[in-house]
């Protein structure tokens, strides 16, 4: 019987050609690798935020868009008071922004706690996506909320993320 099993598809975002036109960006820009605190943000340090947040989104699910479908939450109730109504939208926000998932990649990237390589992961992130969609400027963000994508595109992004940091960022202090 023939082997019907397929190899798994390349990753769009470690080609030859997304990859040089990702790392020009990365070099176009003096400030490309600093981070909110003013500080050059290692490559290796970057990859390990994406590869963090892979996990995150690998472990919670990953959905395109966040849409609250809770049939639990209750309409308005006018009659409740001022501490009663700051209490039920502290618990809203808090399970809004909890791990549980499933995640769009924007929460997922905010579950791992660090601002600074965040920063700069948007930035690599960005310069993929732009890269392979032959645009001047993309939002990694925007791009994996569209209605196409899937979670395999997005994980492709978060590994040659983590790989292009890596292999093209800065080196520790």
């Known amino acids: 019987m023939p082997d019907t099993e397929t190899a798994p598809a390349a990753n769009p975002f ?43 989104l690998e472990k919670t699910g990953w959905t395109r868009s966040y849409t609250d479908s809770d049939p639990d939450l209750p309409e308005p109730d006018e009659s409740m008071t ?25 929460f997922g990237m905010h579950q791992v706690d660090n601002s600074d390589a965040h920063r700069v992961a948007d930035r690599v992130l960005d310069s993929l996506v732009a890269a392979h969609t032959g645009t001047p400027t993309a939002q990694a963000t925007a791009w994996a909320g569209r209605t196409t994508r899937t979670w395999d595109e997005v994980r492709n992004l978060l590994t040659a993320g983590a790989d292009l940091a890596r292999a093209h960022g800065p080196a520790g202090a």
């Open 82 to 106: 001022l501490k009663a109504m700051i209490l039920t939208l502290w618990r809203y926000a808090r399970q809004a922004l909890s791990q549980q998932g499933p995640l769009t990649l924007n």
């Open 14 to 56: 470690t080609t030859d050609a997304v990859t040089r036109a990702a790392t020009e960006t990365t070099g176009r820009r003096p400030d490309f690798w600093i981070g909110y605190s003013g500080e050059t943000i290692s490559g290796q340090e970057v990859a390990d935020f994406l590869n963090a947040t892979r996990t995150v």
